[in-house]
T-cell receptor
Framework: DAGVIQSPRHEVTEMGQEVTLRCKLISGHNSLFWYRQTMMRGLELLIYFNNNVPIDDSGMPEDRFSAKMPNASFSTLKIQPSEPRDSAVYFC????????????FGQGTRLTVV | GESVGLHLPTLSVQEGDNSIINCAYSNSASDYFIWYKQESGKGPQFIIDIRSNMDKRQGQRVTVLLNKTVKHLSLQIAATQPGDSAVYFCAENSYQGGKLIFGQGTELSVKP
């Protein structure tokens, strides 16, 4: 298995534009986490899904952020409209459901909003 | 509220010495803990985990200690090598809540 795959690796966009980040889970995993990493705030949990259902989105900063799982192996995180303060590295991670086990992380998407 | 924090933001050690990275957590309901290593430009990578019914677990050159009484977690790295230079995060998971919450991270620098 290739692991968790995120795309794009880097994204530079202008303020006000829509940004879509993508994540492919490891086959067989049922839980999906989206994190945002900045120097100031570290790794923040934005939202997590279990069996395609959003369980906790309390970390989503604003209504400009939305996340979906259209199927069991894929997720998107959308920012519309984007702002400079959204600049960060966004990670997704997956793990099997129902057991306490480590989450496997993708390589991240570095987002720069100018 | 729930939080996981680290005592030291940076740690510098000599190659060959042992390293100890500490972490405090506040959620007494947390029952599973993980240490991750993050190298520059990469995602966090699993190092070792421990469940709340244990107080010590050993891996290859790494040991995690859990003190539930004071809600403290530590990562010990034996014979630290230059390749160990990275940022280390502790994370806690409550099976009840399902969240995986990360601490702020400690940067480990190994001097040759």
């Amino acid at each position: 298995d290739a692991g968790v795959i995120q795309s794009p690796r880097h994204e530079v966009t202008e303020m006000g534009q829509e940004v879509t980040l993508r994540c492919k889970l490891i086959s067989g995993h049922n839980s999906l986490f989206w994190y945002r990493q900045t120097m100031m705030r570290g790794l923040e949990l934005l939202i997590y899904f279990n069996n395609n259902v959003p369980i906790d989105d309390s970390g989503m900063p604003e209504d400009r952020f939305s996340a979906k799982m259209p199927n069991a192996s894929f997720s998107t995180l959308k920012i519309q409209p984007s702002e400079p303060r959204d600049s960060a590295v966004y990670f997704c991670a997956s793990n099997p459901t129902g057991v306490n086990t480590e989450a496997f992380f993708g390589q991240g998407t570095r987002l720069t909003v100018v | 509220g729930e939080s996981v924090g680290l005592h030291l933001p940076t740690l510098s050690v000599q190659e060959g010495d042992n390293s100890i990275i500490n972490c405090a957590y506040s959620n007494s309901a947390s029952d599973y803990f993980i240490w991750y290593k993050q190298e520059s430009g990469k995602g966090p990578q699993f190092i070792i985990d421990i469940r709340s019914n244990m107080d010590k677990r050993q891996g290859q050159r790494v040991t995690v200690l859990l003190n539930k009484t004071v809600k403290h977690l530590s990562l010990q790295i034996a014979a630290t090598q230059p390749g160990d230079s990275a940022v280390y995060f502790c994370a806690e998971n409550s099976y009840q809540g399902g969240k995986l919450i990360f601490g702020q991270g400690t940067e480990l620098s190994v001097k040759p």
